[in-house]
């Protein structure tokens, strides 16, 4: 689906899938402050996503035993947002391209979701790490459009390494610099500071 245009209340909409949602110094939601969502899913009913500088402190292996291995550093579990905190979503970074793999669903390139009920030692020399998240981010049919419309996001492409890197707090930052320009600028807005 990724790629193909959808008309969604009269409009073209492209498929968001695989790409990051920055938030915007303007969005005045605390769950989203700063955060730097990557998009698993973007359909004509809506959105999902994981938020990925929001680590907690909780181990993976604590939760997931075996999983806990395969985890990039931190290996702790990430906030992926504030639906359904008790589900988790599981990103994993293949070590090479990937046609077919049980379990494994691509989102964009190397980087897809993982089925946990997977035996983890299966995909040992297939992944090169993972993350998990504990709940989602999710917008219904339009909404997340209408956020975007409204300035609460930046809508930019994702690197392969961005949901794996190992300082998630200095993300938010470090995508907005590498735009360039005015966008750069946002990076060194003041957290506390709100805008009108």
Not at 27 to 54: I, Q, S, Y
Not at 57 to 78: I, K, M, N, T, Y
Not at 108 to 125: F, K, N, Q
Request: charged fraction near 20%.
């Amino acid at each position: 689906m990724q790629g193909e245009g959808q008309a969604i209340g009269g409009r073209a909409m492209e498929s968001m899938t695989g790409r990051l949602l920055v938030a915007t110094p303007a969005l005045k939601d605390p769950n989203f402050d700063r955060t730097v969502v990557l998009l698993v899913a973007h359909e004509p009913g809506g959105a999902l996503g994981v938020v990925l500088n929001r680590a907690t402190e909780v181990p993976v292996s604590d939760v997931l035993g075996d999983w806990g291995d395969l985890a990039r550093h931190p290996a702790v579990l990430f906030e992926g947002g504030p639906v359904q905190p008790d589900s988790a979503i599981c990103l994993a970074r293949m070590r090479q391209p990937v046609t077919r793999l049980k379990g494994f669903h691509q989102v964009s390139g190397a980087v897809g979701t993982i089925d946990l009920s997977v035996d983890p030692e299966r995909l040992r020399e297939s992944v090169g790490g993972i993350r998990v998240f504990a709940g989602y981010s999710g917008w219904g049919s339009g909404q997340l459009e209408n956020e975007i419309e409204e300035g609460s996001w930046f809508v930019l492409d994702a690197l392969p390494g961005d949901a794996f890197v190992d300082r998630p707090d200095d993300l938010w930052p470090m995508v907005l610099r590498r735009q360039g320009g005015m966008m750069a600028a946002v990076a060194h807005f003041p957290p506390d500071v709100a805008l009108n």
